[in-house]
């Protein structure tokens, strides 16, 4: 009889969801959503500019009339502990417009000073406005970044064929925010499972200032929050653990499979979930 065996990933734990969220700039607002992120479990990764730490002014544009301060240098450790912080370039260019040899500065600066605060090595970034090309994700990797968020919304949650090139659901201000979300928490069988679903929501804290989005931020973090099905992690947790799910190592016949990486993969087969731990081999029976 023929066996249509699928293997598809799961997140840890067995989960079939995650959410993240991704913030640019490093604008003292973050303050007041690191704080309702922890108060509700929510996970995320702050993009921060090295060189304009500790700037002082004022976003003026299309309406908005916000304070743009950001926070210091030495206050960064603080502030984000507990949170992945990403580049985003030193100075905020627009990468698409400045030679290959800037992009790479702007980029490896950037890291190495976000390296120096936070020791240890930083592997993620945001594009500064949105903007990429091919040429610029190639400097990125052979910076050492592994994934860059763009700001494509997708209003999905499927996940990135190339995390370099990561297209998030929505932003934080989008009117379908809400809808997407109670669309995310409709409850999904092994039957119906295809693929890990993704909810990643992206944004500037300022911009909760701008359009007064602070309560209906929190009101969407209460929505989405504290359930057991969904795995709350930062960006780079993500990719990290997605790229570990394509290191098994299976045999000829599917039968055993070794996980060679340091953390435990999930995988639902035949539309059972399996764990796989860091360094160990499994054998996956097939029941009539």
Known sequence: ???????????????????????????????????????????????????????????????????????????????????????????????????????????????????????????????????????????????????????KDTLGFKLPQNFLFWHPTCHYCNKQRTALGEQFLAPVSDAEYKEPLLFYVWGHAYELDAYEGWDSIEDFFKLISRRDDIWYASNLEICSYLKATEHLIYSSSGEYITNPTCQDVWMQIDHKPYRIPAGATITVYWEN
């Open 1 to 151: 009889m023929l066996r249509l065996r699928k293997d598809i990933p799961l997140f840890p734990g067995g989960r079939k969801k995650a959410f993240t969220l991704s913030t640019d700039d490093g604008v003292t607002q973050d303050g007041r959503l690191v704080s309702l992120m922890k108060k509700y479990g929510i996970k995320g990764t702050f993009n921060l500019n090295s060189g304009t730490m500790g700037h002082k002014d004022r976003l003026v544009q299309s309406g908005i009339d916000v304070s743009h301060y950001k926070y210091p240098r030495e206050d960064i450790a603080r502030i984000y502990d507990g949170f992945e912080i990403a580049v985003h370039t030193v100075s905020h260019p627009d990468l698409a417009r400045i030679p290959s040899s800037v992009v790479s500065y702007e980029i490896s600066a950037d890291k190495k000073a976000l390296e120096d605060i936070v020791r240890h090595p930083v592997r993620g970034m945001a594009y500064p406005f949105g903007t990429y090309n091919d040429n610029i994700a190639q400097i990125a990797a052979n910076c050492g970044i592994i994934y860059s968020r763009t700001v």
